[in-house]
Structure formats: C-alpha cells, structure tokens
C-alpha cells in the first residue's frame, strides 16, 4: 500500500478521524466457563493464592518476577493488600469455576487510555493454573474485555527476554513478537533485556475466534482433553 503523504510530501500514518480515548479497565468481575476474574482483594483471595503457590516445588516461578517469592503468608498478604489498592497494574485474581478458589493473578498495566494501548503483566499462575484451559480462559477474558468491552486498539505482552516460557505462552496465545528491547529494567539487582509482544484491534477477531473455539465444550473430550491444540485451530482457521 503507498504511503500517505502530508501536503509537504512527507510520509504520514492511517487518519484515525473516530477516535476517542478510551474507559481505563475497571474493577470488573468477568465470568467464563471454566473461571472468573475477580478484582484483586486480600481478605478474599491471598489464603487461596498462598496455599495455591505453596503447591510448588521450588522457587522458580517467582524467578522472572518483580517480587517474590514470599516466606510465609503474611508476607503474601502484605503484598497483596498493597496490590489490591493500586489502579495501574490493576490486579484481577482467577478463580477456578469448580473449586471456587483463587489459583492465580494478573493485572492490566501500564494503561493508556488516550491512545488505547494497555498491558497484560504481573502473570502469577500457580501449579493448579498452569497449562490448564483455566489458564488460557483467563487470558482471554481480559483480552477480550480490553478489546471488545473497552475498545482498545492495542494489547501488549512484555518479559523478561530470558523467560523462554512466558516467550511461548505470548505466542500460542496469538501475540507477535516485535522485538527486544536491551538494558531495559532493572530488577532483582540484574538487568532485564524485555521481549515485546502484541495483538492489535485488527488482528482480535482472528486471535479472540480461535481461543473461543479452542476453548468451546466441542474441543474437550468427557475427561477434559483438548482434542485440537490452540495452534492447530489457528492453523485450520488460517488454511
């Protein structure tokens, strides 16, 4: 496609003539099938985290993480406290459907509602949640509210460039890789080069159809197993 040129013959971005700035994510509860997000709440939801996180057998969840681990429950949930009262990263718990217990977090950051442009960080899955179809619902539950409730126009994913499965968790997911971005954090007395990845408001519908069908009650057999991978509904979409 040619560029757009300006009357002086500079080359200019898409007119974007209806746009207005967009609500900033709200302490919202939103229900799925398999969990629901609940905004962040200490009295609520640390006992179940920590019990949750305290299933693992060591440490290394918390290793590409801004804070943790955490020696016993009231360092949690003086965390937590202090998390659940900020509005930028707003922090949702996921609660199982079937257990009724909080099992992990993330939050909406770095949120910028005059360009439309908002952040999924502070992922923090326990062994309950990982690779589960929780996980993956949860993901999309806060997509699809940042994209099809909020309008926005962009979805962003950032890690530590090191963190080879956060890295493919944000491309089975649909986000693209866009590069890495070098000495950009410091944290834990070491130096963070973040990896950059994104979904666009052009690209949701692709990327939110192939989670709703991957994650419909058709993909799952009676003992809850995928019969297609989210990658192999994505690939069957796009042939």
């Given at each position: ?38 905004p962040l ?80 960080g502070s ?12 996980s993956t ?103």
């Amino acid at each position: 496609m040619p560029a757009r040129l300006n009357a002086h013959g500079q080359p200019i971005g898409s007119p974007l003539p209806d746009w207005t700035p967009r609500p900033g994510p709200a302490r919202v509860t939103l229900d799925g099938r398999f969990c629901r997000l609940e905004p962040l709440d200490a009295d609520r939801h640390a006992d179940d985290l920590h019990a949750a996180f305290a299933l693992a057998a060591d440490g290394r969840d918390w290793t590409y993480m801004t804070v943790g681990p955490f020696n016993d429950l009231a360092a949690y949930r003086s965390w937590v406290t202090t998390a659940a009262r900020a509005d930028d990263p707003l922090h949702y718990a996921v609660v199982d459907g079937r257990s009724g217990k909080a099992v992990g977090t993330l939050a909406l950051m770095r949120q910028d509602p005059s360009n439309g442009v908002v952040e999924v960080g502070s992922v923090s899955f326990s062994p309950q949640l990982k690779q589960t179809p929780v996980s993956t619902e949860a993901q999309f539950l806060l997509m699809s509210y940042a994209f099809d409730e909020l309008g926005y126009r962009r979805y962003e994913w950032k890690c530590d460039s090191l963190n080879e499965p956060s890295r493919r968790a944000a491309q089975r997911l649909g986000f693209t890789f866009e590069g890495v971005f070098r000495q950009a954090v410091v944290y834990k007395g070491r130096n963070r080069d973040t990896a950059w990845f994104s979904i666009l408001d052009a690209e949701w519908p692709q990327v939110g159809k192939a989670l709703r069908e991957w994650l419909s009650p058709d993909n799952f057999d009676p003992a809850g197993r995928q019969r297609r991978s989210l990658s192999e509904v994505r690939a069957s979409a796009a042939g």
